[in-house]
Each structure stands twice: as structure tokens, then as C-alpha cells.
């Protein structure tokens, strides 16, 4: 390695040190970045110099970037919630004092597929129903979910009943059905165009994936669900005890 490269790549960490003191000490979760072009002027290096260092920040999870609106400080990673404790969304974004909100994107009745009948246990062809959500916190988008429901079951579900009602308490409620245990099956993935967008982050951005399927106390399967969570607004965490 050349001296010129040696000194691009001790300039671009001695930056990303600077700007990570920076995002950790000096700002605010959610706070906007200069540009790239103002940090270059200030810090008077190169703005690829720049665009090396934030990136790094981005791989650290440190900053996220929003298209056509910029780089923000992202939440620390205790603030971020938790997907190995994601039972209810509901209920965890209450529980951090965070305001929890669903939007449904989309309701429709299809014929089931083979993947997703087998899924749910039903005959191939069997009529379910397609919901897709963006879950949010603080009216910030933080996951997208399509789940897929048993439509023998569920009578006459619309958008209505969904509008202001968590899934899971209509469930118990409106139609008698409680859920008593999940499966969820956790990976790391990057962000679809579709998902993209409706997320408010780049394409291709790191993502978590969720495969969730959940059982009633009769232990009939209610739900299949597929999730996209913003891997800068969520962690993985988990416990084990040495017996």
C-alpha cells in the first residue's frame, strides 16, 4: 500500500472517530447531519474522505439516512426495541414510552397459495386474507408486515375494524380468539424498493427479517406473518444462563 493510500485510510478513520463522538455525545437521536459537502468545508478533507466515514457510521449503526431528506443520528442501541421481545408491537412501543401506531396499506381476500396454505394448514386454494401494515412509533415508520389470515374464521374483517384496534386485541375480542404462543424465526436481509419506500430508507438497506406464525390455546395456526424491521430502529437481544 502506497503512502498516498496509507493517508487517505488514516484520514478517513480519524474522521469517522470524530464524527462518532460527534452523533454519541454531542447530538440528539434523530437529529439531521451536514452534508456532505458542509462536513468536507469543516473538516477540510475530500468528500469521498467524508463519504467513507459515513458510511462507516452507517455499518456501525450509528447514523441512517433518509432519500431526499438526509443522514440522521440514529436511536442508541438501548432505546431501539428489542425483536426477540416482540410478542405484541404494540405492547413493547408502550412499554418504551413510545407511542405505537399500525397503518394498514392494504385488505384483500385471495385464494391461498400453496406456500402460504400450507403455512396456515389449510387446503390449497382456501380463501384468506392478505393484510399489509406499516407499524410505526412516534408516527415514524418502523417495520412493514403482511400477514396472512385464515378468512373461515375471521367473518366479515374489514379496514374499519382494524383502523384503531390492534390486531391481536381484535382477535380476542371482536372474534373470541386468543393467541397463546408465537414462532418467529429472525435474519438478517436488505431492504426490498417497495419496502423501501414505504419505510422512508434507502433501497437495499440492512434490514431484520421476521417469520412469524401464531397459535390460538387450541393450537390452530391465525396467522402467518412476513416483517421487514429497520435495522437502525431495532436490536436482537437475547439471554442464556450456564446451567
Known amino acids: 500500500m502506497g503512502g498516498d493510500e496509507m493517508a ?51 455499518l456501525q449503526g ?27 408491537f404494540t405492547q413493547q412501543m408502550g412499554a418504551m414510552k413510545r407511542n405505537p401506531e399500525s397503518k394498514v396499506v392494504g385488505l384483500k381476500q385471495v385464494p391461498a397459495s400453496p406456500m402460504v396454505a400450507d403455512h396456515l394448514r389449510l387446503n390449497h386454494g382456501a380463501a384468506v386474507y392478505v393484510l399489509d401494515r406499516i407499524r410505526m412509533a412516534d408516527h415514524r415508520p418502523m417495520m ?14 374489514s379496514k374499519a375494524l382494524l383502523k384503531d384496534t390492534p390486531l391481536y386485541d381484535l382477535l380476542e375480542h371482536h372474534y373470541g380468539i386468543h393467541i397463546a404462543t408465537v ?26 427479517k421476521i417469520r412469524r406464525t401464531a397459535f390460538t390455546s387450541a393450537g390452530n395456526i391465525i396467522e402467518y406473518t412476513m416483517s421487514a424491521a429497520r435495522a437502525d430502529q431495532f436490536v436482537y437481544h437475547v439471554q442464556h444462563a450456564n446451567h
Do not use: W
Open 8 to 58: 487517505k485510510e488514516s484520514l478517513s478513520e480519524k474522521l469517522t472517530k470524530t464524527l462518532a463522538t460527534l452523533v454519541t455525545e454531542q447530538l440528539c437521536p434523530n437529529d439531521k447531519l451536514p452534508s456532505e459537502r458542509a462536513l468536507s468545508e469543516q473538516y477540510h478533507m475530500s468528500r469521498n474522505t467524508v463519504r467513507a466515514a459515513l458510511n462507516q457510521l452507517f
Open 62 to 88: 450509528l447514523i441512517y439516512r433518509s432519500p431526499g431528506k438526509g443522514t440522521f443520528v440514529a436511536e442508541p442501541l438501548d432505546d431501539r426495541a428489542d425483536v426477540a421481545a416482540a410478542f405484541s
Open 144 to 157: 412493514a408486515e403482511r400477514s396472512y389470515l385464515p378468512a373461515a374464521v375471521l367473518p366479515n374483517l
Open 183 to 208: 414462532d418467529e424465526t429472525f435474519f438478517a436481509d436488505l431492504m426490498s424498493a417497495e419496502y423501501a419506500q414505504l419505510l422512508d430508507v434507502p433501497p437495499n438497506s440492512a434490514c431484520l
